[in-house]
């Protein structure tokens, strides 16, 4: 049941729904009769957590609130005066509950204004002038890609946007095979172009670049079906019984986890109230769960592209930028599909169909072990919970999947695929070391990835701690009592006491990782309070120097780890106001004074990514680029929670030999002796 | 068809076949009738790889040999004296070619020797006293686990075992949750107990730890089939029209790729001449690439303790150590095995069935665009296939996959699974910072991981060279001209010259990787010379000190990199002897002076691993912990290899829906609005 469609009451984590988001405008409007509003953004205002505690069962003290009241949070823009207002709804009373005028701020960037500025441009005078020097007559062959201006000289005064200008030889062609040289910049409320720069080599020596016409195609249809390959046989997953989940509106069952998820305009998916079955206690584990900013710095120190640090959460909106995605493409399988509603310009709902995919993996071999005396060989094989979205930000295209897994372990995955930014270089003209010629006269810029989660822990209550973990060598030399043979080593833990302390990176040399624990309870085993270890397998620092824009605005992407104490507002690692603006309102900013962090409601900021020097073979498309974090059970079970996980045979995966009979009758527990 | 089997001439890179075993151990036996002799190992001697060059085609300067030497390589133990020879057997002459004694070494050891060191242990008075001491009457009720000893005080002249102790409640029952607390020293030639040790705790205040008698078991039979989960349901992979991959002996062809396996009783698969065709060309990539090393060093300072340093391949034989694959529990889908030959004591051969896997995998999307403006998705899901082997070391299982791309990536990935080594706890005795008690009185003591590969790379040719790429800010202050805006950030690579320099770890603060490049061959597109970049997501400091018997012995973990000239009798990082060797004979030995390694025949020396801080979800059997490293392709093709691989759709893979009847007819490359 798609979570639009639910009709039963939804529940106080459910996304707005098409009627929610229909009644909302409707009261907005009907308060406001003499204004000529642009509806930015209309989403859920989700509940205080502490109400939620209690909702959830979570809170033992205070008694299930009835109900829990609805309302929606509006971002709206009154043109042409461009002032921007927040709004609260409630749709319990159906009025509107507060109005206000926001000073200095800029929200996201919406598709209709996108649309509004390519048109724009198209027509401008200036812009068909530029072209004309370069050989253009034909307009509709000019494309634009919008993008936020970074920081602009007035500030978030001027609601601003830069175009990256493009050429197309056909309505399909790609169009980054066929960059052109000059930026328009506009001012969206006054809608007109207000200056145009002109992207000049790095060598005066250089005369403007010409268009590179070369296509570089990937479609079917400009490679020729003859030319694609054909020896991949089909390859087909069944469940002739169906999924092991169960889905009831956006509440998830699945072997012994249960968890919710939301959509919104900005973060996209969000896991909600994630926890697992335990014998017969059910363990609270995470509150919420979210990506909560992203950034994509560019290398090239030059004008203007030192502008192009994409944050594509808090500019763009990234679940506002999400796919509908297609059975047997994005996900093979037996798939259960969410919808997602937005709202456009004039407050009306849209629904994004398929926008998430729920589906089940095999995940190769979850435990093994073979006695190797009498070769009996004991293996089971692990299963694991994809819940996806894919996000599509101009030129780039990200697939983000949530794993859950049967030994209780998370993980966070990110493929950055789609295609890379080009800047058209002039004859002769190199990229020097910023970038990747990828075709005569395209230079594909090198950049980093960042990705920046919120993490709300409950594990096993809402008083949760950071530990950094450091493993180092035992102190004296060889031949101490303490180290006579000099192999030694162990883990030293800082429990980190505020958010001073709690900003850190990674670290090879002690091969650091990090834990949420719960110091109010420890393992009956090990005596360790119980915690959840946080690992990465894809860590950068970020290159930009500190008084840079870039550094200014992302300096969340840092570090690798930050914690504050829980804050209700404090969702966007960004600034919520985040478009135009200059990291006043940041992670960074709310850590200058120490806050206490230890043993109290926290919020762990996690960050990874990868630094993307780019190869010619990510152009015209780039393969999958996957990076992403996990989070593993650390002495919170009593023993390996997949212990009941029964192995799987032939019999019941029906698998085959490739070249002859199937007469092989070994299955996962019999005996096949190592060596006959 | 089974490498074992083929009837037709082998390649002269084939193992050897069981005919070719029989052979082998004849000729040595008649050459010498007069010794009682123990085969430690027969294996293929691989031909020279000049020889190869030339065979395989890539060396066009030389004539393809008719026909290449079939060599089988022969250590052999001499009882009771235990003397060591060395002999080279001609199979295609039928003739002993050579016949060495080797002094002061020790060669693997083998199940022969681990069967005969139990049974002796179970019969020893002296270990039947020491049971008697902890209660155990019944003898057949205690197990040890052969371990190599480490260095021991004699250094290799004897040839020395340590016999770790397990009690079993019964036959199947886990001894890893009954740990003993005293090791038996064995001089395997006398085949004697020539010591046993006693693991004193920590402190002296403890008195002599009782049996944790606890049962701790993972086999259905014990938790009971009632207890298991009952919710998972079938996935079943299918392919109707077969698999991709076609087989022919040993070769095998996927996709663009072409290559060969063998199979060997030290490093269990190798792959040799990897290729890949690009358009017409067909393309030199790998010469040989396998796990020459890996070691397991324990955090525990205490004796024995630091002794547990495993060298799996040098010290057991990580191909003699691997397991017969099962249908459907290993690997799920449409399967192909591949049998593996070995020897036992008496120079007879024995097979392992269905060693080796081989199979397809689909991999999740393999890249994706989404043009925005009319919602037109391009979705090319990808595939890769699967090379993998399972071995078993006592308590230890490792699984090894090697994963071959569409876009021409190349993954090694092992899965570390099994048991966790315990050690005895008294009553109140702690772990220390050195493990985790995972149950009453069971220390799983902490330990890493590291796998050293050896890569011979052939990058369009055999002259190739290192870069190390650490990428870094412009040095330049924000505001100067070369960095105004204080954004850029550059790849810094150094080309490798000698060994010296060619000593490198892992470096966070530039994002540092490797590439292995031809100076020779420029991409026509960046200028940049081809090659193949390596990574790894998981990589490790060897914690234990220089001067270390561990860091002595295993110095070739110490760092990431290394690079050696490439010389036909270095394949092992420990050393070929390593068992009971100092490390003289080891790669940082090799690497102490001067040898060019830049634009010639070189090898790369990498390694990765985790460090192993035991949780309690790791016992009674290991989830398995995930690692391994990557090779893509960098500026080596002239554009995105895989642009040729055609989009899936559902008509295809028959993907459903989960809860609703199948009405979607959106597939890959139709245009799905993100925005209706």
Partial sequence: MPCTKSTSKPHPLDSLSTDEVIQTAKLIRESKEDSKFVFNTITLREPPKDIMMAYLGWDKETPKPETVERESFVIIIERPSGKVYEAIVSLTDNKVKSWMHMEGVQPIITFDEM???????????????????????????????????????????????????????????????????????????????????????????????????????????????????????????????????????????????????????????????????????????????????????????????????????GEYGLGLSTNSLALGCDCLGTIHYFDAVFNDASGRPFVVPNAVCLHEEDHGILFKHTEYRNGRAHTVRGRRLVISHIVTVANYDYACYWHLYQDGTINYEIKATGEVNTHVLAEDETPGPYGTMVAPQINAQHHQHFFTMRIDPMVDGLKNSIAQVDVQAVEEPVGHPNNMYGNGFYPKTTVYKDTLEAQASSNFDTARFWKIINPNKLNPRSKDPVGFKVVTHSNSPLFAKPGSIVHDRAGFASKTVWATPYEEDKLFAGGFYCNQANGEDSLPQWTKESKSVENTDIVMWYTFGVTHLVRVEDFPIMPVESCGFSMKPSNFFTCNPALDVPPTTKSINKSVHAFKSDDDDSCCNKSAPIAA
């Fill in 115 to 313: 649309a509004e500025v390519e048109e724009l441009i198209n027509k401008d005078p200036k812009v068909a002038a530029e072209c004309a020097e370069l050989g253009i007559t034909d307009m509709s062959k000019v494309y634009s890609d919008p993008w936020a201006i970074g920081r602009h000289v007035d500030g978030a005064e001027k609601r601003v946007m830069q175009g990256l200008m493009y050429y197309r030889l056909s309505e399909d062609d790609n169009q980054y095979a066929h960059p052109l040289d000059f930026v328009p910049i506009i001012d969206l409320n006054q809608m007109k172009v207000i200056d145009i720069e002109r992207i000049a080599p790095r060598d005066s020596k250089f005369k403007r670049p010409t268009i590179p016409m070369e296509p570089h195609n990937f479609y079917p249809e400009f490679l020729g079906e003859e030319n694609l390959r054909k020896d991949i046989k089909p390859l087909i997953v069944q469940q002739p019984e169906g999924v092991s989940f169960k889905v009831d509106g956006n509440e998830i069952d699945w072997q012994k986890w249960n968890l919710r998820i939301s959509f919104n305009y900005r973060e996209g998916l969000v896991l909600h109230n994630l926890n697992y079955q335990d014998g017969d206690e059910k363990r609270p584990l995470f509150y919420r769960m979210s990506l909560s900013e992203m950034v994509v710095p560019y290398a090239e120190p030059g004008a203007p592209h030192y502008r192009k640090h994409a944050f594509d959460v």
